[in-house]
């Protein structure tokens, strides 16, 4: 059974940081491009960043560019996302997930999230 757990959310003061860890239980880890999403109370899920399989190619939503940054280490099975500056803005459930082999853009497994909460 795959399974893919978010760790890293808390409560933060804007402008501060944090960094989520996405630890994953697949077995071919390196060969799934990895994204983070993010949910507030109310709205859809959003894309937040994408990393492809290799870690050489990285994508983000306009919102966090300069911010956030995504990377991964696949030796551990597991992805970050770094966000820097954070607002009240970002204030979300945020979950990870791997990405279909075949089809880009469509996300075979996630994870359950975990909370972003920043104070202003």
Known sequence: QVQ??????GLVQAGGSLRLSC????RTFSRYA???FRQAPGKEREFVARISS???STNYADSVK???TISRDNAKNTV??????????????YSCAAENRVVRGNYDYWGQGTQVTVSS
């Open 23 to 26: 630890a994953a239980s697949l």
């Open 54 to 56: 290799s870690g050489d």
């Open 4 to 9: 893919l757990v978010e760790s890293g959310g």
């Open 66 to 68: 300069g911010r956030f």
């Open 80 to 93: 970050y996302l770094q966000m820097n500056s954070l607002k009240p803005e970002d204030t979300a459930v």
């Open 34 to 36: 990895m994204g983070w």
